[in-house]
């Protein structure tokens, strides 16, 4: 934000919620102790040193018979009924850590032990939490990380330290990896075959591959493709031997065009 030293992230969103939480904790334990070790009463009135009863786990406290109830029905000692309920702050407990997971994208899946769940639902609701982090690591992406290399690798040329270089013909660019980058590259592809499909589908396979030429680049798609899958570029073809491949595989076009023109022929 303008004017501001550091940047905001989720935590900003989630901070009320967990200011919530910590209060909700604390109420808690104290609920807890209240309902473990409640307040004692004492009657003022008994012969009775309250100063040396010790009201612990297993401790004997000694007293005459007529002093377990008095002529109004009061213990010489007994314990204060508060009423604390340490699970009523259960739901609010689970509701803002909710709230706070899903700031900071955090979904779980559901337990194995919550009824029979197929691979392919796990798989569903896996892809559903990918789609809700990936708005933010798209922007993660594209606001921080390219720019950061980006002006590192500018001032470290800049002072000589390191020169513009390419490997196998290719120049380097800034690419984030991880499970979010590998799920939207999956998405492009995706996205690219649905277009593909949807034109031969919709116009038929000539005026549709005829669409698709308009506003696809085939030669390129491949690449692309490979770029998006992350085919090592150890095992990929230089721009040369494409095109040497390229040359090998139209002259065998060309031969088997001819084969099949003589076989007409005879």
């Not at 935590?11 to 473990?36: E, F, T």
């Not at 109830?69 to 689970?94: A, R, V």
């Not at 990918?130 to 933010?136: D, G, M, P, S």
């Not at 690449?223 to 595989?249: F, H, Y």
Request: charged content about 20%.
């Amino acid at each position: 934000m303008p004017g501001e030293t550091w940047g905001r992230g989720p935590g900003i969103d989630a901070l009320p919620s967990m200011r919530v939480l910590n209060q909700l904790h604390k109420d808690k334990l104290v609920a807890n102790a209240m309902a473990i070790n409640p307040p004692a009463l004492m009657d003022a009135s008994a012969f009775l040193n309250p100063y040396k009863v010790k009201v612990t786990p297993g401790s004997r406290i000694y007293t005459k018979s007529d002093w377990m109830g008095n002529s109004n029905g009061q213990k010489p000692i007994d314990f204060l009924t508060t009423g604390s309920n340490p699970n009523i702050t259960e739901n609010d407990i689970g509701m803002h850590t909710q709230a706070i997971n899903e700031a900071f994208y955090v979904t779980t899946l559901p337990s194995v032990n919550d009824g029979a769940k197929t691979a392919t639902e796990y798989q569903i609701r896996q892809n559903i939490a990918l789609e809700q982090q990936n708005t933010a690591f798209t922007r993660l992406q594209g606001e921080l990380i390219e720019k950061v290399v980006a002006r590192c690798f500018y001032i470290l040329s800049r002072y000589g330290l390191v020169e513009e270089f390419e490997v196998g013909g290719r120049a380097i660019s800034v690419k984030a990896t991880g499970q979010l980058s590998a799920y939207q590259d999956q998405k492009d592809i995706q996205n690219v075959q649905q277009f593909i499909v949807g034109q031969l589908q919709t116009l038929g396979e000539q005026y549709g591959m005829m669409a698709v030429q308009t506003e696809i680049d085939l030669e390129a798609l491949p690449d692309w493709t490979a770029d998006k899958m992350g085919i090592p570029a150890s095992i990929r073809n230089t721009p040369e031997q494409k095109a040497q491949v390229k040359q090998v595989l139209q002259q065998q076009a060309q031969a088997q065009a001819q084969q099949a023109t003589m076989q007409q022929q005879v």
